[in-house]
């Protein structure tokens, strides 16, 4: 959400957001289309067909990826928020406490339809020419880096508290979260410790 605020800023010309109903007011330069949140690669590329657009038509393709470990941590204290349309497995989990369980049970990111997290960046395996990844831990100055100086600054939205992620990571929860996130660790190291700690168990 808060690259898709920065992108609204500070990116010339008529664009459009797919979003819920009400999620979102249109604007000068802002066309609203009613959508989803949260869809993958595929579905998106099935978004774009219906505005006689492709992927490869966009000069750049970006995409946020974060610390896998961080990622589980943030999610769980989301959950905890109890907000009321995310009832379910994953919030009753997250409001008992039970973070051992949340990794355990909750097996893709989005339990209602659950999709790999490798498939909100790859179609067939692969990973688009024109995808641009950026790292949710140097988000604001690799969004400079693909797109130059911007006029508004990128703002965090919806942040959870909670403490550092690695205070959660635990060798009984590290093997669930490795097999969750597999994609995402070509990209982040994982915890050696624990790693050899599963190996071994």
């Excluded at 595929?42 to 000069?59: G, I, N, T, W, Y």
């Excluded at 928020?81 to 909750?106: N, T």
Aim: aromatic residues 12%.
């Amino acid at each position: 959400m808060a690259v898709t605020s920065y992108l609204i800023e500070n990116l010339p010309g008529q664009k459009t957001l797919s979003v819920p109903a009400g999620h979102a007011p249109p604007g000068r330069d802002l066309r609203v289309v009613e959508g989803r949140r949260h869809e993958n690669l595929p579905e998106a590329v099935a978004r774009l067909e219906e505005f006689d657009r492709s992927l490869d038509s966009f000069k750049v393709v970006l995409a946020a990826i974060r610390n896998p470990y961080a990622l589980e941590v943030s999610r769980f204290h989301y959950f905890q928020l109890g907000h009321p349309w995310d009832r379910g497995l994953l919030q009753e989990i997250a409001m008992s406490g039970d973070f051992d369980r949340f990794c355990r049970e909750g097996t893709y990111p989005y339990i209602r339809a659950p999709k790999p997290i490798e498939s909100f960046y790859t179609i067939a395996g692969a990973m688009p020419s024109n995808m641009h990844l950026l790292r949710a831990e140097t988000l604001a100055e690799d969004l400079r880096a693909v797109l130059g100086p911007p006029k508004s600054p990128l703002e965090r939205v919806n942040e959870s508290s909670h403490r550092h992620w690695s205070e959660y990571i635990t060798p009984a929860n590290e093997p669930y979260i490795y097999d969750k996130f597999r994609w995402l660790f070509q990209f982040y190291p994982r915890m050696t410790e624990f790693r050899t700690a599963a190996a071994s168990s």
